[in-house]
Nanobody, 123 residues
């Protein structure tokens, strides 16, 4: 069992930066792949990024490559999403996710979800 709590969302201007955090509790965090998804108003939830339990393997949605960076600190049971050069189209509720492996998360096979944190990018 893994519980996930996101933080760090807020209002930022176009071109700005935010760092999201996801604090996890539960014994299996250290061996779980982690990911971030987002859902904009009127749209389906979409994959953003994922990271393996070792932190070695990462994958990104093409729309955020070069701007977002996913990382994790297993000692702190926390995964991060550094978001730079934000665009208005990045506005969404961002969800933290845990799964068996990155390949599963890429297929939306998620075992646990956080409650979400709102990111609003204004022009």
């Amino acid at each position: 069992q893994v519980q996930l709590v996101e933080s760090g969302g807020g209002l930022v201007q176009v071109g700005g930066s935010l760092r999201l955090s996801c604090a996890a509790s539960g014994r299996s965090f250290g061996t779980s792949a982690m990911g971030w998804f987002r859902q904009a108003p009127g749209k389906e939830r979409e994959f953003v990024a994922t990271i393996s339990w070792t932190g070695v393997t990462t994958h990104y949605n093409d729309s955020v490559k070069g701007r977002f960076t996913i990382s994790r600190d297993n000692a702190k049971n926390t995964v991060y999403l550094q978001m730079n050069s934000l665009k208005s189209e990045d506005t969404a509720v961002y969800y933290c996710a845990a799964g068996v492996r990155t390949a599963a998360i890429l297929k939306n096979e998620v075992d646990y979800w956080g409650q979400g944190t709102q990111v609003t990018v204004s022009s």
